[in-house]
């Protein structure tokens, strides 16, 4: 464990440098995405997937990149396995599964309807949703539960070992 806290140590600042590079990243791509869609409209904005896909994938990756910087905080710290870094898995691990299947759909289909209400065209739900759900984010997030939850077991089974002894 004292062998990981120092590569946590030595590798501190190139995650700070990349978290710093990150939210530069979203703060453009938000902005570049308000001036798609002031300039061009909603419709011009969700034909091009490029400045769609950054609008989504950027924001929420710079909030994955904040709850690992805390994670390898939190090891710097000497905590490893405690019920904080636990709890920032678990606030990982549910983002991850809402971002699957819940949040990049839901704006997907929003934008779709949006565009093709206007034209006048009608769409299925069931393949727009299937087709921008992300299930592999999803899967990583439930496999990241579960390991979340085993180690939160496993160090309640400890603790009461340790007081029978």
Same mark, same amino acid.
């Given at each position: 464990?004292?062998?990981?806290?120092?590569? #946590?140590?030595?590798?501190?600042?190139?995650?700070?440098?990349?978290?710093?590079?990150?939210?530069?990243?979203?703060?453009?791509?938000?902005?570049?995405?308000?001036?798609?869609?002031?300039?061009?409209?909603?419709?011009?904005? %969700?034909?091009?997937?490029?400045?769609?896909?950054?609008?989504?994938?950027?924001?929420?990756?710079?909030?994955?990149?904040?709850?690992?910087?805390?994670?390898?905080?939190?090891?710097?710290?000497?905590?490893?396995?405690? %019920?904080?870094?636990?709890?920032?898995?678990?606030?990982?691990?549910?983002?991850?599964?809402?971002?699957?299947?819940?949040?990049?759909?839901?704006?997907?289909? %929003?934008?779709?309807?949006?565009?093709?209400?206007?034209?006048?065209?009608?769409?299925?739900?069931?393949?727009?949703?299937?087709?921008?759900?992300?299930?592999?984010?999803?899967?990583?997030?439930? #496999?990241?539960?579960?390991?979340?939850?085993?180690?939160?077991?496993?160090?309640?089974?400890?603790?009461?070992?340790?007081?029978?002894?």
């Amino acid at each position: 464990m004292i062998a990981f806290q120092k590569l #946590c140590q030595l590798n501190q600042g190139k995650i700070m440098g990349f978290t710093i590079f990150m939210g530069i990243m979203t703060l453009m791509s938000l902005v570049g995405g308000i001036a798609i869609i002031s300039k061009k409209g909603v419709a011009e904005f %969700a034909s091009d997937p490029v400045f769609f896909n950054l609008m989504i994938t950027v924001p929420t990756s710079f909030i994955f990149l904040l709850l690992v910087h805390k994670i390898f905080n939190l090891y710097i710290q000497g905590e490893f396995f405690t %019920a904080n870094v636990l709890n920032v898995f678990k606030t990982i691990a549910k983002l991850a599964i809402s971002y699957g299947l819940i949040i990049k759909p839901g704006i997907m289909i %929003a934008t779709e309807y949006l565009v093709l209400a206007n034209q006048g065209e009608d769409f299925s739900f069931t393949t727009l949703y299937l087709g921008s759900a992300d299930f592999v984010v999803a899967v990583i997030g439930y #496999c990241l539960h579960l390991a979340a939850a085993v180690t939160k077991i496993s160090r309640e089974l400890e603790e009461e070992q340790e007081l029978t002894i």
